[in-house]
């Protein structure tokens, strides 16, 4: 919002830029990111107590989701840094492997 007031030299003369404060979805992106982060967490512990159950060791449970979340973290900061968009292809994809 505080942009907004900056961009306001930039427009041509006779023009302004009304911001309907009825469109503010911030709040609402703010929550569904916190959901996301919970949601991230629980799934986690899940997959961690999966791999606990089946293989019957805390340090080969622990040691495959240590791999599991490694190559995930660098799969996502390869797509970012080469500029690849993150679709519902490229997701499955990452699943897949």
């Known amino acids: 919002k505080a942009r907004l007031a900056e961009t306001e030299s930039l427009n041509p003369p006779g023009t302004?830029?009304?911001?309907?404060?009825?469109?503010d979805e911030s709040e609402a992106v703010k929550?569904?990111?916190s959901d996301l982060r919970l949601r991230a967490g629980v799934?986690?512990?899940?997959?961690?107590?999966?791999?606990?159950?089946?293989?019957?060791?805390?340090?080969s449970a622990a040691?495959?989701?240590?791999?599991?979340?490694?190559?995930?973290?660098?799969?996502?900061?390869?797509?970012?840094?080469?500029g690849f968009t993150l679709n519902v292809l490229t997701l499955m994809g990452i699943a897949m492997g």
């Not at 799934?43 to 340090?59: C, E, K």
């Open 31 to 33: 929550t569904q990111l």
């Open 63 to 82: 040691i495959v989701f240590a791999t599991i979340a490694f190559s995930v973290l660098i799969t996502v900061n390869l797509i970012y840094f080469g």
């Open 43 to 59: 799934a986690a512990v899940v997959i961690f107590l999966v791999l606990l159950l089946f293989l019957g060791s805390l340090r």
């Open 16 to 23: 302004r830029l009304i911001l309907d404060e009825g469109d």
